[in-house]
T-cell receptor
């Protein structure tokens, strides 16, 4: 089945630790995106990548880092510099950077205490 | 500055009646609009879209209307069903030029049996 996988579904970390969220797609899509969802805030763009080995900051990139070494994979690292890391994180992909429709993964709920 | 606004955080509708979800945008460069549906702890799924060259698009129980002069679009669901209870996100895309979708904050629809 083609799709986007995010693992794990739930993740718990202590404050001060970096944590990496996984996102893999087998849709052969060029573009990939990371969003964060908080109650009442909608979907806010963290980073996006239009092609392998290239990525751009979104609206709330501070405290996050990404890499895009493979077309299928776009991991997101939540660093200790992120002030409020507890959130629901969503990964998405689209056929290309100029394709309108994005396909979303199931999300990862990160809780930092 | 919010470019896509969903001013109603929540909406309750009786089963069988019409649900109308509204979305306003400020950027006149947007030329494609999408609605996504999201259940708790899941990723959003694409519902319906409309191009700026049209003023209406219909898919089964779902119809999206676009009023370009008012920079307003709406999603009509009729008849509403309990399974429609979810958060609905409006999204807009600028002219093709490799810019990610811009999302509204979402409207939580509750369909009461």
């Amino acid at each position: 089945d083609g799709g986007i996988t995010q693992s794990p579904k739930y993740l718990f970390r202590k404050e001060g630790q970096n944590v990496t969220l996984s996102c893999e797609q087998n849709l052969n899509h060029d573009a990939m995106y990371w969003y964060r969802q908080d109650p009442g805030q909608g979907l806010r763009l963290i980073y996006y990548s239009q092609i392998v080995n290239d990525f751009q900051k979104g609206d709330i990139a501070e405290g996050y880092s990404v890499s895009r070494e493979k077309k299928e994979s776009f991991p997101l690292t939540v660093t200790s510099a992120q002030k409020n890391p507890t959130a629901f994180y969503l990964c998405a992909s689209s056929i290309s950077a100029v394709s309108y429709e994005q396909y979303f993964g199931p999300g990862t709920r990160l809780t930092v205490t | 500055d919010q470019q896509v606004k969903q001013n109603s955080p929540s909406l309750s509708v009786q089963e069988g009646r019409i649900s109308i979800l509204n979305c306003d945008y400020t950027n006149s460069m947007f030329d494609y609009f999408l609605w996504y549906k999201k259940y708790p702890a899941e990723g959003p799924t694409f519902l319906i879209s409309i191009s700026s060259i049209k003023d209406k698009n219909e898919d089964g129980r779902f119809t999206v209307f676009l009023n370009k002069s008012a920079k307003h679009l709406s999603l009509h669901i009729v008849p509403s069903q309990p399974g429609d209870s979810a958060v609905y996100f409006c999204a807009a895309s600028p002219l093709r030029g490799n810019t990610p979708l811009v999302f509204g904050k979402g409207t939580r629809l509750s369909v009461i049996a």
